[in-house]
């Protein structure tokens, strides 16, 4: 008699998404350092970015955000209403000398968050105020 029945091996475990990381880690660790290279990608200069909770620019609430000044003292603000990269996000521009008056909504329209999706789309809009490369 012979045993067809073969034992079921498990799946190994499908490591956790990018996206699933905690927000403290995610966000200094994986999407600061990924907007960095992504700006110098589109030749755009080195730019300071930093990670921290504060006032939301214009509104002044409560928010956190990644905050970067590229060369000439120009500044964005890429703001998260809470600590999950899937909560409602705005965007801030401000010019050398001015402080932000706008706030954008981001990504609003996207059903599923990504690391990609959220650089791309940061850098895009940066490099749409004219503020990398050769523009």
Do not use: H
Request: hydrophobic share 45%; glycine share 6%; net charge negative.
């Amino acid at each position: 008699m012979t045993d067809s029945a073969q034992p079921a091996q498990a799946k190994p475990a499908k490591p956790p998404a990018l996206e699933e990381k905690p927000f403290a880690d995610y966000v200094p660790n994986l999407l600061i350092p990924a907007i960095a290279k992504e700006i110098e990608v589109y030749g755009g200069p080195a730019c300071s970015i930093r990670f921290e909770q504060g006032p939301m620019p214009v509104v002044g609430s409560d928010c956190w955000m990644v905050i970067g000044e590229l060369p000439g003292a120009r500044r964005f603000w890429l703001c998260f209403t809470s600590d999950a990269i899937t909560s409602p996000k705005t965007v801030a521009l401000a010019e050398a000398g001015a402080e932000p008056s706008l706030l954008e909504s981001f990504l609003i329209d996207e059903k599923k968050m990504t690391l990609a999706l959220l650089v791309s789309r940061l850098v895009q809009r940066l490099n749409g105020q004219k503020w990398l490369g050769a523009n």
